[in-house]
């Protein structure tokens, strides 16, 4: 089993920046993929970002490239995402995937006022 615990949420300002965290415990071994995905309300849940452990090759959803940055530490078993510029139609509840989507996290919440 592998757990993973995401922090960093919170309301910030539209043009503002927030850094989420996501650390995962448990059989973090077995760990190859990590990702970010995202659900605002209303919505259904989408795809934000992912970075494969092994190379740190990362992936983005189309629309936020160059805004959104992934980032790992291996060595704490964490991984990083960078938000910069953020817009209202950023508010969502941000959640952690591992492990190609077998492991969640509980979810954290960003608020992004106008």
């Known amino acids: 089993q592998v757990q993973l615990v995401e922090s960093g949420g919170g309301l910030v300002q539209a043009g503002g920046s927030l850094r989420l965290s996501c650390a995962a415990s448990?059989?973090?071994?077995?760990?190859?993929?990590m990702a970010w995905f995202r659900q605002a309300p209303g919505k259904e849940r989408e795809f934000v970002t992912a970075v494969t452990w092994s190379d740190g090759s990362a992936y983005y959803t189309d629309s936020l490239k160059g805004r959104f940055t992934i980032s790992r530490d291996n060595a704490k078993n964490t991984v990083y995402l960078q938000m910069n510029s953020l817009k209202p139609e950023d508010t969502a509840i941000y959640y952690c995937?591992?492990?190609?989507?077998?492991?969640w996290g509980q979810g954290t919440q960003v608020t992004v006022s106008s």
């Open positions: 448990g059989r973090t071994r077995s760990v190859n993929h």
């Open positions: 995937a591992a492990k190609y989507y077998a492991y």
